[in-house]
């Protein structure tokens, strides 16, 4: 069943946390992200949703809490805490 990680967070700015999200492309797909889709609010553009596809649960939790992520999320501008959110199709 498809896994999906949902990660909802506020921005500085969307075009450099953009940027950066673009240029970390291989680093989710060496750690499991299949596919993802990235949405924004056309009233806040600070306001993001990224929706990051798994195989597994397990493929999904390890990306959540892999470290790499949790510096990749601050260094692209990312305000306070992200919500991460792990779902799966049932």
């Known amino acids: 069943m498809p896994v999906v990680l949902i990660v909802k967070a506020n921005v500085t700015s969307y075009d450099h946390w953009r940027t ?4 970390a492309a291989s680093f989710r797909r ?7 889709e990235v949405y924004c609010s056309p009233e806040d553009m600070t306001s993001v949703l990224v929706l990051h596809f798994f195989e597994t649960v ?3 939790q ?5 470290p790499g992520l949790a510096e990749a999320m601050r260094s ?8 991460l959110t792990i779902t799966q199709t049932v």
């Open 76 to 83: 692209s501008g990312v305000i306070g805490a992200a919500h």
């Open 58 to 60: 397990g493929a999904a």
């Open 30 to 36: 060496e750690n499991g992200v299949r596919r993802d």
């Open 62 to 66: 390890s990306f959540a809490s892999n």
């Open 20 to 23: 950066a999200y673009d240029a």
